[in-house]
Protein backbone atom coordinates (compact mmCIF):
# COMPACT_ATOMS: atom_id res chain seq x y z
CA UNK A 1 0.00 0.00 0.00
CA UNK A 2 2.83 2.15 0.90
CA UNK A 3 4.71 1.74 -2.93
CA UNK A 4 0.77 2.19 -4.66
CA UNK A 5 0.80 5.75 -3.20
CA UNK A 6 4.04 6.54 -3.33
CA UNK A 7 3.59 5.82 -7.13
CA UNK A 8 0.12 8.13 -7.23
CA UNK A 9 2.07 11.04 -5.72
CA UNK A 10 4.81 11.03 -8.64
CA UNK A 11 2.41 10.48 -11.53
CA UNK A 12 0.52 13.46 -10.37
CA UNK A 13 3.50 15.48 -9.57
CA UNK A 14 4.91 14.50 -12.96
CA UNK A 15 2.43 13.79 -15.49
CA UNK A 16 -0.91 15.52 -15.11
CA UNK A 17 0.00 18.48 -13.95
CA UNK A 18 2.33 19.20 -16.73
CA UNK A 19 -0.25 18.23 -19.26
CA UNK A 20 -2.41 20.40 -18.01
CA UNK A 21 -0.71 22.96 -17.67
CA UNK A 22 0.50 22.91 -21.61
CA UNK A 23 -2.48 22.47 -22.82
CA UNK A 24 -4.22 25.17 -20.95
CA UNK A 25 -6.57 23.58 -18.77
CA UNK A 26 -7.97 24.47 -16.03
CA UNK A 27 -7.74 23.83 -11.93
CA UNK A 28 -11.33 22.34 -11.76
CA UNK A 29 -10.69 19.57 -14.46
CA UNK A 30 -7.90 18.68 -11.65
CA UNK A 31 -10.61 15.81 -10.34
CA UNK A 32 -10.28 14.32 -13.89
CA UNK A 33 -6.78 14.06 -13.44
CA UNK A 34 -6.74 12.53 -10.31
CA UNK A 35 -8.90 9.57 -11.74
CA UNK A 36 -6.43 8.89 -14.54
CA UNK A 37 -3.41 9.24 -12.01
CA UNK A 38 -5.38 6.45 -9.76
CA UNK A 39 -5.94 4.02 -12.96
CA UNK A 40 -2.44 4.38 -14.03
CA UNK A 41 -1.23 3.28 -10.78
CA UNK A 42 -3.83 0.70 -10.00
CA UNK A 43 -2.34 -1.09 -13.44
CA UNK A 44 1.32 -0.66 -12.27
CA UNK A 45 0.59 -1.93 -8.65
CA UNK A 46 -0.88 -4.89 -10.01
CA UNK A 47 2.00 -5.21 -13.12
CA UNK A 48 4.21 -4.86 -10.50
CA UNK A 49 3.36 -5.97 -7.32
CA UNK A 50 0.09 -8.99 -7.67
CA UNK A 51 0.09 -9.61 -4.19
CA UNK A 52 -0.84 -6.28 -2.84
CA UNK A 53 -4.26 -4.63 -2.67
CA UNK A 54 -5.72 -1.39 -2.90
CA UNK A 55 -7.81 0.62 -0.05
CA UNK A 56 -10.91 0.62 -2.08
CA UNK A 57 -13.00 2.65 0.18
CA UNK A 58 -10.80 5.38 0.13
CA UNK A 59 -10.27 5.58 -3.78
CA UNK A 60 -14.75 6.04 -3.57
CA UNK A 61 -14.00 8.65 -1.21
CA UNK A 62 -11.51 10.81 -3.03
CA UNK A 63 -13.52 10.18 -6.67
CA UNK A 64 -16.80 11.15 -4.39
CA UNK A 65 -14.86 14.61 -3.38
CA UNK A 66 -14.14 15.31 -6.86
CA UNK A 67 -17.60 15.50 -7.79
CA UNK A 68 -18.38 17.74 -5.21
CA UNK A 69 -15.78 20.22 -5.90
CA UNK A 70 -16.82 20.20 -9.41
CA UNK A 71 -20.79 20.30 -8.91
CA UNK A 72 -20.14 23.02 -6.42
CA UNK A 73 -18.72 25.44 -8.47
CA UNK A 74 -20.77 24.92 -11.07
CA UNK A 75 -23.87 25.70 -9.33
CA UNK A 76 -22.08 28.90 -7.58
CA UNK A 77 -21.18 30.35 -10.88
CA UNK A 78 -24.52 29.20 -12.36
CA UNK A 79 -26.30 31.31 -9.30
CA UNK A 80 -24.08 34.52 -9.65
CA UNK A 81 -24.88 34.55 -12.83
CA UNK A 82 -28.57 34.81 -12.52
CA UNK A 83 -28.49 37.13 -9.99
CA UNK A 84 -26.71 39.20 -12.12
CA UNK A 85 -29.00 39.13 -14.62
CA UNK A 86 -31.82 39.40 -12.51
CA UNK A 87 -30.52 42.95 -11.37
CA UNK A 88 -29.67 43.73 -14.86
CA UNK A 89 -33.61 43.27 -15.03
CA UNK A 90 -34.40 45.59 -11.55
CA UNK A 91 -32.63 48.11 -13.34
CA UNK A 92 -34.24 47.94 -16.77
CA UNK A 93 -37.54 47.98 -14.73
CA UNK A 94 -36.64 51.34 -12.69
CA UNK A 95 -35.75 52.83 -15.93
CA UNK A 96 -39.08 52.28 -17.35
CA UNK A 97 -41.00 53.93 -14.03
CA UNK A 98 -41.80 50.67 -12.63
CA UNK A 99 -42.44 50.35 -8.31
CA UNK A 100 -38.84 48.80 -7.84
CA UNK A 101 -36.74 49.18 -4.75
CA UNK A 102 -34.19 50.70 -4.77
CA UNK A 103 -31.88 48.49 -2.59
CA UNK A 104 -32.62 45.23 -2.56
CA UNK A 105 -30.78 42.43 -0.69
CA UNK A 106 -29.91 38.26 -2.51
CA UNK A 107 -32.27 36.56 -0.29
CA UNK A 108 -34.98 38.94 -2.00
CA UNK A 109 -33.38 38.41 -5.22
CA UNK A 110 -34.14 34.83 -4.90
CA UNK A 111 -37.36 35.02 -3.52
CA UNK A 112 -38.08 36.96 -6.75
CA UNK A 113 -36.57 34.91 -9.27
CA UNK A 114 -38.72 31.87 -7.69
CA UNK A 115 -42.04 33.35 -8.14
CA UNK A 116 -44.07 31.30 -10.35
CA UNK A 117 -45.02 34.50 -12.81
CA UNK A 118 -44.49 37.61 -14.03
CA UNK A 119 -47.09 39.44 -12.43
CA UNK A 120 -46.22 37.80 -9.04
CA UNK A 121 -43.06 38.84 -9.73
CA UNK A 122 -44.07 42.27 -10.39
CA UNK A 123 -46.89 42.28 -6.96
CA UNK A 124 -43.39 41.12 -4.70
CA UNK A 125 -41.39 43.90 -6.26
CA UNK A 126 -44.58 46.57 -5.81
CA UNK A 127 -44.39 45.58 -2.27
CA UNK A 128 -40.91 45.92 -1.54
CA UNK A 129 -41.06 49.25 -3.24
CA UNK A 130 -44.10 50.31 -0.70
CA UNK A 131 -42.13 48.57 2.28
CA UNK A 132 -38.94 50.76 1.53
CA UNK A 133 -41.32 53.78 1.06
CA UNK A 134 -42.73 53.51 4.17
CA UNK A 135 -39.68 53.37 6.31
CA UNK A 136 -37.91 56.56 4.28
CA UNK A 137 -41.18 57.76 5.67
CA UNK A 138 -41.00 56.92 8.84
CA UNK A 139 -37.54 57.84 9.05
CA UNK A 140 -38.53 61.21 8.20
CA UNK A 141 -41.45 61.71 10.64
CA UNK A 142 -38.53 60.66 13.31
CA UNK A 143 -36.16 63.76 12.01
CA UNK A 144 -38.65 65.98 12.22
CA UNK A 145 -39.74 64.92 15.53
CA UNK A 146 -36.42 65.25 16.71
CA UNK A 147 -36.43 68.79 15.24
CA UNK A 148 -39.40 69.70 16.99
CA UNK A 149 -38.15 68.78 20.94
CA UNK A 150 -34.80 70.16 19.72
CA UNK A 151 -36.74 73.66 19.14
CA UNK A 152 -39.10 73.06 22.20
CA UNK A 153 -35.97 72.18 23.79
CA UNK A 154 -34.28 75.75 22.71
CA UNK A 155 -38.02 77.64 23.68
CA UNK A 156 -38.20 76.13 26.96
CA UNK A 157 -34.69 77.32 27.82
CA UNK A 158 -35.50 80.57 26.98
CA UNK A 159 -38.79 80.83 28.83
CA UNK A 160 -37.13 79.70 31.93
CA UNK A 161 -34.80 82.48 31.69
CA UNK A 162 -37.58 84.90 31.93
CA UNK A 163 -38.99 84.81 35.03
CA UNK A 164 -42.22 86.44 34.42
CA UNK A 165 -43.81 83.28 32.33
CA UNK A 166 -44.98 80.82 34.99
CA UNK A 167 -49.04 80.55 34.05
CA UNK A 168 -49.50 77.42 32.02
CA UNK A 169 -52.66 76.67 29.58
CA UNK A 170 -53.53 74.33 32.51
CA UNK A 171 -53.79 76.83 34.75
CA UNK A 172 -55.65 79.08 32.62
CA UNK A 173 -58.33 76.72 31.70
CA UNK A 174 -58.94 76.01 35.35
CA UNK A 175 -59.07 79.79 35.79
CA UNK A 176 -61.73 80.27 32.74
CA UNK A 177 -63.70 77.36 33.93
CA UNK A 178 -64.20 78.86 37.97
CA UNK A 179 -64.98 82.21 36.67
CA UNK A 180 -67.77 80.39 34.57
CA UNK A 181 -68.71 77.97 37.97
CA UNK A 182 -69.10 81.54 39.52
CA UNK A 183 -71.36 82.75 36.62
CA UNK A 184 -73.60 80.12 36.63
CA UNK A 185 -74.41 81.46 40.09
CA UNK A 186 -74.06 84.89 40.55
CA UNK A 187 -74.01 85.73 37.01
CA UNK A 188 -76.40 87.50 34.60
CA UNK A 189 -77.56 84.92 32.45
CA UNK A 190 -77.72 85.44 28.53
CA UNK A 191 -80.35 83.21 26.42
CA UNK A 192 -80.12 81.64 23.12
CA UNK A 193 -83.43 80.65 21.55
CA UNK A 194 -82.54 77.58 19.83
CA UNK A 195 -86.17 77.19 18.41
CA UNK A 196 -85.36 78.50 14.61
CA UNK A 197 -84.27 74.93 13.40
CA UNK A 198 -87.30 74.64 11.11
CA UNK A 199 -86.26 77.94 8.87
CA UNK A 200 -82.72 77.29 8.15
CA UNK A 201 -80.91 74.52 5.95
CA UNK A 202 -78.43 72.40 7.54
CA UNK A 203 -75.94 74.41 5.95
CA UNK A 204 -77.37 77.30 7.76
CA UNK A 205 -77.62 75.01 10.99
CA UNK A 206 -74.28 74.50 10.74
CA UNK A 207 -72.79 77.60 10.61
CA UNK A 208 -74.49 78.51 13.21
CA UNK A 209 -73.64 76.15 15.98
CA UNK A 210 -70.51 77.18 14.64
CA UNK A 211 -71.25 80.93 15.40
CA UNK A 212 -72.58 79.83 19.02
CA UNK A 213 -68.82 77.60 19.59
CA UNK A 214 -66.99 80.89 19.02
CA UNK A 215 -69.42 83.08 21.04
CA UNK A 216 -69.23 80.99 23.95
CA UNK A 217 -65.27 80.06 23.73
CA UNK A 218 -65.25 84.20 23.68
CA UNK A 219 -67.14 84.45 27.18
CA UNK A 220 -65.28 81.71 28.65
CA UNK A 221 -62.17 84.17 28.84
CA UNK A 222 -63.88 86.97 29.32
CA UNK A 223 -63.61 88.97 32.95
CA UNK A 224 -66.84 88.65 33.69
CA UNK A 225 -68.81 86.07 31.68
CA UNK A 226 -72.56 85.67 31.21
CA UNK A 227 -74.66 82.11 32.34
CA UNK A 228 -75.36 80.61 29.14
CA UNK A 229 -78.58 79.44 28.84
CA UNK A 230 -79.82 76.95 25.56
CA UNK A 231 -83.52 77.43 25.73
CA UNK A 232 -86.08 75.34 22.98
CA UNK A 233 -82.85 72.85 23.04
CA UNK A 234 -83.98 69.39 21.72
CA UNK A 235 -82.09 65.91 22.22
CA UNK A 236 -81.81 64.29 18.18
CA UNK A 237 -81.94 67.56 16.59
CA UNK A 238 -79.35 69.32 14.04
CA UNK A 239 -78.58 71.49 16.28
CA UNK A 240 -77.36 68.63 19.01
CA UNK A 241 -75.53 66.87 16.40
CA UNK A 242 -73.78 70.16 15.56
CA UNK A 243 -72.41 70.64 19.05
CA UNK A 244 -71.50 66.78 19.23
CA UNK A 245 -69.28 67.23 16.36
CA UNK A 246 -67.69 69.66 17.91
CA UNK A 247 -67.14 69.38 21.18
CA UNK A 248 -67.75 65.48 21.29
CA UNK A 249 -66.72 64.47 25.01
CA UNK A 250 -66.63 67.80 25.96
CA UNK A 251 -70.24 68.29 25.40
CA UNK A 252 -71.82 66.70 28.86
CA UNK A 253 -68.60 68.97 30.48
CA UNK A 254 -69.58 72.41 29.17
CA UNK A 255 -70.86 74.82 32.33
CA UNK A 256 -73.78 75.70 30.28
CA UNK A 257 -77.57 75.08 31.27
CA UNK A 258 -79.21 73.22 28.53
CA UNK A 259 -82.61 72.90 28.75
CA UNK A 260 -86.08 71.74 26.11
CA UNK A 261 -88.26 74.54 27.90
CA UNK A 262 -89.09 77.81 26.75
CA UNK A 263 -87.27 81.27 28.09
CA UNK A 264 -90.89 82.06 29.48
CA UNK A 265 -91.04 79.44 31.43
CA UNK A 266 -87.48 79.48 32.94
CA UNK A 267 -87.81 83.80 33.70
CA UNK A 268 -90.05 86.12 34.28
CA UNK A 269 -91.60 88.13 31.38
CA UNK A 270 -90.72 91.54 33.21
CA UNK A 271 -86.94 90.77 32.53
CA UNK A 272 -86.61 89.66 29.39
CA UNK A 273 -85.48 91.66 26.26
CA UNK A 274 -85.66 89.90 22.65
CA UNK A 275 -82.43 91.51 21.10
CA UNK A 276 -83.25 91.58 17.10
CA UNK A 277 -82.41 94.22 14.04
CA UNK A 278 -86.28 94.85 13.37
CA UNK A 279 -87.33 95.70 16.24
CA UNK A 280 -88.70 99.61 15.84
CA UNK A 281 -87.10 100.00 20.07
CA UNK A 282 -83.26 100.93 19.91
CA UNK A 283 -81.40 99.90 23.19
CA UNK A 284 -79.49 102.98 24.55
CA UNK A 285 -77.76 101.63 27.80
CA UNK A 286 -77.16 97.81 28.83
CA UNK A 287 -79.23 96.84 31.68
CA UNK A 288 -77.75 94.46 34.00
CA UNK A 289 -80.99 93.54 35.44
CA UNK A 290 -81.99 92.26 32.37
CA UNK A 291 -82.16 89.01 30.96
CA UNK A 292 -80.86 89.24 26.79
CA UNK A 293 -82.06 86.83 24.58
CA UNK A 294 -80.07 86.33 21.18
CA UNK A 295 -81.89 84.04 18.20
CA UNK A 296 -79.63 81.22 17.41
CA UNK A 297 -80.55 82.03 13.54
CA UNK A 298 -78.08 82.73 10.42
CA UNK A 299 -79.91 83.41 7.17
CA UNK A 300 -78.15 83.96 4.00
CA UNK A 301 -81.92 84.61 1.99
CA UNK A 302 -81.90 87.34 5.28
CA UNK A 303 -85.31 86.64 6.27
CA UNK A 304 -87.11 89.93 7.95
CA UNK A 305 -88.85 89.75 10.79
CA UNK A 306 -88.68 86.23 11.98
CA UNK A 307 -87.47 86.51 15.60
CA UNK A 308 -89.58 90.01 15.95
CA UNK A 309 -92.44 88.12 15.32
CA UNK A 310 -91.25 85.73 17.80
CA UNK A 311 -91.23 88.35 20.23
CA UNK A 312 -94.27 89.47 19.60
CA UNK A 313 -96.01 86.36 19.86
CA UNK A 314 -94.80 85.90 23.30
CA UNK A 315 -95.70 89.13 24.54
CA UNK A 316 -91.81 90.21 25.24
CA UNK A 317 -89.60 93.85 24.97
CA UNK A 318 -87.66 93.74 22.02
CA UNK A 319 -84.35 96.11 21.73
CA UNK A 320 -82.23 96.76 18.75
CA UNK A 321 -78.19 98.09 18.43
CA UNK A 322 -78.12 101.41 18.04
CA UNK A 323 -75.86 100.60 14.99
CA UNK A 324 -77.31 104.09 12.68
CA UNK A 325 -76.42 105.79 15.89
CA UNK A 326 -72.63 106.11 16.10
CA UNK A 327 -71.83 104.03 12.89
CA UNK A 328 -71.99 105.90 9.41
CA UNK A 329 -73.16 102.46 7.62
CA UNK A 330 -73.08 101.79 3.91
CA UNK A 331 -75.02 99.92 1.96
CA UNK A 332 -76.01 96.66 3.24
CA UNK A 333 -77.41 94.30 5.77
CA UNK A 334 -77.30 95.02 9.27
CA UNK A 335 -77.41 91.58 10.67
CA UNK A 336 -74.23 90.46 12.40
CA UNK A 337 -73.44 87.27 13.30
CA UNK A 338 -73.47 85.46 17.14
CA UNK A 339 -70.02 85.63 17.95
CA UNK A 340 -69.46 89.39 17.10
CA UNK A 341 -72.93 90.00 19.51
CA UNK A 342 -71.46 88.06 22.08
CA UNK A 343 -68.08 90.44 21.96
CA UNK A 344 -70.62 94.11 21.52
CA UNK A 345 -72.45 92.16 24.98
CA UNK A 346 -69.47 91.53 27.01
CA UNK A 347 -67.51 94.76 26.30
CA UNK A 348 -71.17 96.69 26.87
CA UNK A 349 -71.25 94.50 30.01
CA UNK A 350 -67.44 95.51 31.37
CA UNK A 351 -67.40 98.73 30.39
CA UNK A 352 -70.54 100.44 28.83
CA UNK A 353 -68.66 102.52 26.18
CA UNK A 354 -70.92 101.85 22.75
CA UNK A 355 -67.62 102.72 20.97
CA UNK A 356 -65.43 100.43 22.04
CA UNK A 357 -68.14 97.62 22.06
CA UNK A 358 -69.50 98.43 17.92
CA UNK A 359 -66.02 98.61 16.84
CA UNK A 360 -66.58 94.61 16.87
CA UNK A 361 -68.45 95.29 13.92
CA UNK A 362 -67.09 94.64 10.32
CA UNK A 363 -65.12 97.59 9.08
CA UNK A 364 -66.75 96.78 5.53
CA UNK A 365 -69.72 98.17 6.43
CA UNK A 366 -69.70 101.12 7.98
CA UNK A 367 -67.45 103.75 6.86
CA UNK A 368 -66.23 105.01 10.58
CA UNK A 369 -68.11 106.56 13.78
CA UNK A 370 -70.29 109.46 14.01
CA UNK A 371 -68.32 112.99 15.03
CA UNK A 372 -71.45 115.14 15.29
CA UNK A 373 -74.16 114.63 17.88
CA UNK A 374 -77.86 113.90 16.58
CA UNK A 375 -79.15 116.93 16.83
CA UNK A 376 -76.96 118.86 14.37
CA UNK A 377 -77.61 115.93 12.40
CA UNK A 378 -81.19 116.37 12.41
CA UNK A 379 -81.15 120.16 12.02
CA UNK A 380 -78.80 119.52 8.59
CA UNK A 381 -81.22 116.91 7.22
CA UNK A 382 -84.21 119.98 8.01
CA UNK A 383 -81.81 122.37 6.71
CA UNK A 384 -82.00 119.71 3.36
CA UNK A 385 -85.36 119.46 3.44
CA UNK A 386 -86.22 123.39 3.53
CA UNK A 387 -83.74 123.33 0.49
CA UNK A 388 -85.47 121.23 -1.66
CA UNK A 389 -88.99 122.70 -0.91
CA UNK A 390 -88.39 125.30 -2.00
CA UNK A 391 -88.78 128.02 1.20
CA UNK A 392 -87.38 131.16 1.49
CA UNK A 393 -83.73 131.33 2.17
CA UNK A 394 -84.47 134.21 4.89
CA UNK A 395 -85.93 131.05 6.90
CA UNK A 396 -82.59 129.57 6.72
CA UNK A 397 -80.12 132.27 7.69
CA UNK A 398 -82.62 132.97 10.77
CA UNK A 399 -82.05 129.54 12.28
CA UNK A 400 -78.24 128.96 10.51
CA UNK A 401 -75.21 131.05 10.32
CA UNK A 402 -73.88 132.91 6.97
CA UNK A 403 -72.80 130.53 4.39
CA UNK A 404 -73.73 127.48 6.18
CA UNK A 405 -76.55 126.23 3.58
CA UNK A 406 -73.62 126.81 0.77
CA UNK A 407 -71.25 124.25 2.10
CA UNK A 408 -74.31 122.04 2.92
CA UNK A 409 -75.59 122.18 -0.81
CA UNK A 410 -71.94 121.32 -1.99
CA UNK A 411 -71.98 118.19 0.03
Known amino acids: MQSANV ?32 SLCLKQDNSCNPSEKLDLDGWKKVMKSGLKEVSETVSERKELSTLAAAREILEMWRLAGRSVPENISEEQLKIFMECPSKSAKKKYLKYLHLKELYKKND ?11 LETASKTDETRRNSFVCLWANCMDRAYSWRVAQSMIFGQPLVFDMSYEKDMSIREVANTVRQIV ?40 LLI ?27 KTFDHDKIYIVGSMVDRSIKTGVSLAQAKRLGLET ?36 KKA ?17 HEL ?23 PKNYSKRLIQK
Open 7 to 38: LLKKIVRCSVLPFATQHGMKKNLFPLSRTLSL
Open 139 to 149: KRKMDEKRERR
Open 257 to 283: TVTDQCYTDVFPKDKLIYLTADSPKVM
Open 214 to 253: LSESCNRRSVDPFHIHFCNFKDDSLYHKEFIKHYREAWGK
Open 319 to 354: AALPLEKYLLWNTGAKNLTLDQMMHILLTLKDTGDW
Open 378 to 400: KKTLNLINTLKLGKRQEEVRKQF
Open 358 to 374: LEFVPKRKYCGFVSKPV
